[in-house]
Every structure is written in structure tokens, then in C-alpha cells.
């Protein structure tokens, strides 16, 4: 019973503290969290008061052990970003150029993640695993382009092969591709 009123409390809660839609806004204002990157964002005044925010609620969030007592934390910080100036969660659409007010589901994700962000932050000991798997995607990458490039000089040798009339039937002992007509090296 009390799990059907915190839902629908919830539900309450959030239909009023922040519209479903995806409405338009002329502009940011000062109170504004801007949902996106960059040092637009970043430096924004409502996402530095936001951060303020986040980092005053990190450690009553990291203390939920329900998922119902993070939403309330959630709902807490979404309260207190609408406060008395009236904050919302904008994204801007780069076609139009044109700033919306993000659904309630992308400013709880929003927060979600700059909650979590903070409470690894406040734990030193994680930083350098996570230097340690940007360097390991790193090296990675760098294999995976390197085999991209190569299979893409493959493919444009193929192609122009296969325009000059060669086809191809498979590959020799040395699992080198070579067509019917033979290489131009003369091997089969």
C-alpha cells in the first residue's frame, strides 16, 4: 500500500514540478540547467548552481538504498533547480537553433548521472582503473583503425582488380587471394 502511494505521489510530483512536453523556450536564463556539452554548458551560471546542487545532495543519494528513495532525492533536486526563479532542463536543437525544455524523464537521467559521476569522484581510488581502460580503449583504437585501413587498401586493390577484368576464385597456399587470370606476378 504504501509503494501504490509513493508511485502515485511520485507521478504527482513530478506531472507538477515539470511538464511532460517538449516545450519551446525563447532562451536560457540564469536559472537554466543546459542539458548537453561543452564549455557553453559547463560554464553556464544554472548548470555551476546545478553542480552546486549535486555535489549538497551527493551524499544523501549515495545513503538510498531504494529505488524509491532516490527518486525522492531526484525529485528533490528537480525542486530545488524550478525553485522560485522557475529553472528547467533545455536542450538546444542545432537544426532549428531553437532551445526546448527536455521531458522529465532526460532531466531525471540528467541528474541520475551527475549524481553518480560525483560520488566517483569523491572516491580517489577509482580514478586511476578508469585511466587504465581509457588507455587500454585507447591502444584498442589505434589497432582497430590500423586494421580498418588495411581492409579498406584491401578492398580498393579488390575493386580495381575486379575492373580491370580479374575475378576472383579464393585464396593460394599462403591464404593470399589471387584471381583465375593469376597475379601480376605471374602466381596462381
Not at 71 to 80: E, F, G
Given at each position: 500500500?504504501?509503494?501504490?502511494?509513493?508511485?502515485?505521489?511520485?507521478?504527482?510530483?513530478?506531472?507538477t514540478?515539470?511538464?511532460?512536453?517538449?516545450?519551446?523556450?525563447?532562451?536560457?536564463?540564469?536559472?537554466?540547467?543546459?542539458?548537453?556539452?561543452?564549455?557553453?554548458?559547463?560554464?553556464?551560471?544554472?548548470?555551476?548552481?546545478?553542480?552546486?546542487?549535486?555535489?549538497?545532495?551527493?551524499?544523501?543519494?549515495?545513503?538510498?538504498?531504494?529505488?524509491?528513495?532516490?527518486?525522492?532525492?531526484?525529485?528533490?533536486?528537480?525542486?530545488?533547480?524550478?525553485?522560485?526563479?522557475?529553472?528547467?532542463?533545455?536542450?538546444?536543437?542545432?537544426?532549428?537553433?531553437?532551445?526546448?525544455?527536455?521531458?522529465?524523464?532526460?532531466?531525471?537521467?540528467?541528474?541520475?548521472?551527475?549524481?553518480?559521476?560525483?560520488?566517483?569522484n569523491?572516491?580517489?581510488?577509482?580514478?586511476?582503473?578508469?585511466?587504465?581502460?581509457?588507455?587500454k580503449?585507447?591502444?584498442?583504437?589505434?589497432?582497430?583503425?590500423?586494421?580498418?585501413?588495411?581492409?579498406?587498401?584491401?578492398?580498393?586493390?579488390?575493386v580495381?582488380?575486379?575492373?580491370?577484368?580479374?575475378?576472383f576464385?579464393?585464396?593460394?597456399?599462403?591464404?593470399?587471394?589471387?584471381?583465375?587470370?593469376?597475379?601480376?606476378?605471374?602466381?596462381?
Amino acid at each position: 500500500l504504501r509503494l501504490k502511494n509513493l508511485g502515485k505521489a511520485y507521478a504527482q510530483e513530478m506531472s507538477t514540478t515539470m511538464a511532460n512536453t517538449d516545450s519551446s523556450a525563447t532562451k536560457p536564463t540564469d536559472a537554466d540547467v543546459i542539458c548537453g556539452r561543452g564549455k557553453e554548458a559547463f560554464n553556464h551560471k544554472g548548470n555551476r548552481r546545478f553542480r552546486e546542487i549535486i555535489r549538497a545532495n551527493t551524499e544523501e543519494y549515495q545513503n538510498t538504498k531504494t529505488k524509491s528513495e532516490k527518486n525522492t532525492v531526484l525529485i528533490a533536486i528537480i525542486k530545488q533547480v524550478r525553485g522560485e526563479s522557475g529553472g528547467r532542463f533545455l536542450r538546444k536543437d542545432f537544426v532549428t537553433q531553437e532551445w526546448h525544455e527536455v521531458k522529465r524523464d532526460e532531466a531525471r537521467e540528467k541528474i541520475g548521472q551527475s549524481l553518480r559521476e560525483a560520488i566517483s569522484n569523491m572516491d580517489p581510488s577509482r580514478k586511476p582503473k578508469r585511466r587504465k581502460i581509457r588507455e587500454k580503449s585507447s591502444a584498442q583504437e589505434v589497432d582497430l583503425k590500423k586494421l580498418i585501413q588495411y581492409q579498406e587498401e584491401i578492398f580498393v586493390t579488390l575493386v580495381k582488380e575486379q575492373s580491370e577484368g580479374k575475378h576472383f576464385s579464393g585464396s593460394d597456399s599462403d591464404g593470399d587471394y589471387c584471381s583465375e587470370q593469376g597475379d601480376s606476378d605471374g602466381r596462381y
